[in-house]
């Protein structure tokens, strides 16, 4: 029944641009290739990970409530930030050689960009590798410029998560969690935003089962509308740690401290509902006893 309806829930909200599963089979050092599952129509499916960054092919300790690509697999990304710490974190999408220049990046941000008729959402699936309260943020995803527009996914220096949508002209919108995040535990994660609309932040504490689940959670929205912007520059997509384009320099930096065993980037708004569906759709359909 939970796999019909993601099914269901990706026909219903168009395209995913973007998704990892992280179910290899073998591990994969640092400067290697992750392959994405799914990726948009001529984009590259190649991601790169950067020099404190691998990918582990072991158990995430799930249960065999969730589905069988989340039991195994994940993302291992180190922290710090500060100039010493520049491209040593993350996994960033690499160039179509069959596109035309830098469009192998258009081919995702236009599908999912902040111009005033796109929006899009993303969903990961992280687990604390500290409590994440120490002087550093903690990036998960991360695009775009930081005068034409931006979207990032971090907890910051404190503990809090921001959901930070950037528009022309460094005009921020957030949308803001706290929390205690547990290391060893999982957390889904859910952002979205659109031109003219609030954004939204979800969080769920995933248990042993999708009904334990439900009832751990958080769910805001922005105080102001998401900026609207040019269409965004031809940035990457940047997973487990946060991207910065300040038109002279481009970087990856702030690691997730931490596991990724899923991400998605989807080219449609989500709300609350949405995104509890999709957590849904990732229970297994029949789980063992």
């Not at 589905?67 to 993350?90: I, M, P, T, W, Y």
């Not at 050689?97 to 005033?116: D, E, H, T, V």
């Not at 943020?137 to 931006?150: A, V």
């Not at 959901?163 to 859910?190: M, N």
């Amino acid at each position: 029944m939970a796999l019909t309806l993601f099914a269901t829930v990706l026909s219903s909200r168009a395209d995913v641009v973007a998704e990892w599963k992280f179910d290899g089979t073998a591990d994969v050092a640092a400067g290697g290739v992750v392959n994405l599952d799914n990726a948009a129509a001529g984009a590259s499916k190649d991601s790169k990970l950067q020099s404190d960054t691998r990918f582990v092919a072991g158990s995430t300790g799930m249960s065999a409530s969730w589905a069988s690509f989340l039991k195994s697999g994940f993302l291992e990304v180190g922290a710090g930030g500060g100039d010493g710490n520049k491209n040593r974190f993350g996994l960033v999408t690499q160039d179509n050689p069959a596109g035309a220049k830098n469009g192998q990046f258009r081919r995702y941000l236009g599908y999912s960009g902040l111009s005033p008729d796109k929006s899009g959402s993303v969903c990961v699936i992280v687990s604390p590798g500290s409590d994440w309260t120490t002087a550093t943020r903690r990036g998960f995803f991360s695009t775009g410029h930081s005068i034409d527009g931006s979207i990032s996914l971090a907890v910051q220096k404190t503990g809090p998560l921001v959901f930070r949508v950037g528009g022309k002209k460094e005009k921020f919108v957030d949308a803001s969690v706290t929390r205690t995040w547990l290391p060893g535990k999982w957390y889904f994660i859910g952002a979205s935003w659109g031109g003219g609309k609030k954004s939204v932040l979800v969080v769920y504490e995933i248990g042993p089962d999708l009904q334990s689940t439900l009832l751990k959670s958080d769910s805001v929205e922005s105080t102001e509308p998401c900026p609207t912007c040019e269409q965004p520059r031809y940035d990457p997509l940047v997973v487990g740690a946060n991207w910065y384009n300040t038109g002279g320099e481009c970087f990856t930096n702030e690691g997730a401290d931490g596991r990724l065993a899923y991400l998605r980037v989807d080219n449609t708004f989500a709300d609350a509902a949405a995104f509890k569906a999709i957590l849904t759709s990732l229970a297994a359909a029949n789980p063992a006893p």
